[in-house]
């Protein structure tokens, strides 16, 4: 599986290809709109230019300097100190979203990681230090035991699956995963 950093790499490759723009033109178009916060660039670059997402995180990213580092180092932020026996399981689900297609974007944020298509369509969130909670949003798809309503624990997703142990992520919720990529 591709680190965040090899995933940007790729990314800034096929940059041009896929938005007409090198990253030095995109980072003088943002570098000049002087916009200093995350949300407003990716923001610029989507509305008025018609970056994708992934893309736009991407360079929103470069233009204040975070570069490829900073993906790894929120993933690994996330899981440090009392959550750091969780990773496995945020590993086996990131496996798990990469399988669905070529065009999952995995995007870290600070307190989660958000798995995207055109849209987003699943999250995951090491939620205390024994468990990890995985978003998904299955609109129109009944709650069950296991699947709960997503309740206050996101207003971005419908559902919300309790990830306690690395062989919780198994063909039920691999199943779950790729329904919501498929209604992304």
């Known amino acids: 599986m ?20 090198t990253l030095a033109q995109w980072l003088k178009i943002t570098r000049a709109a002087g916009l200093e916060k995350h949300g407003r660039i990716v923001k610029l670059l989507k509305s008025e230019h ?25 993933v690994a932020a996330q899981y440090a100190g009392k959550k750091a026996d969780l990773r496995p399981i945020y590993e086996a689900l990131v496996a798990a979203a990469a399988k669905l297609g070529a ?44 699947l709960e309503a997503s309740g206050s624990f996101s207003a971005m ?17 691999r199943g779950w995963l790729k329904q919501a990529y498929g209604m992304a």
């Open 103 to 146: 065009d999952v974007e995995i995007s870290p944020k600070k307190t989660c990681v958000s798995l995207r298509r055109s849209k987003q369509f699943a999250l995951i969130q090491p939620s205390t230090a024994t468990r990890v909670d995985v978003g998904l949003n299955l609109k129109g798809v009944p709650a069950g035991s296991r």
């Open 157 to 173: 997703c419908s559902h919300r699956v309790r990830v306690t142990s690395k062989a919780e992520v198994d063909a039920e919720l």
């Open 50 to 74: 018609g970056v994708t997402h992934g893309f736009a995180n991407l360079i929103a990213h470069e233009t204040l300097g975070g570069g490829d580092a900073s993906a790894d180092d929120l």
């Open 2 to 21: 591709a680190t965040p950093a090899e995933m940007a790499a790729t990314m800034k490759a096929n940059l041009k290809e896929k938005t007409g723009k």
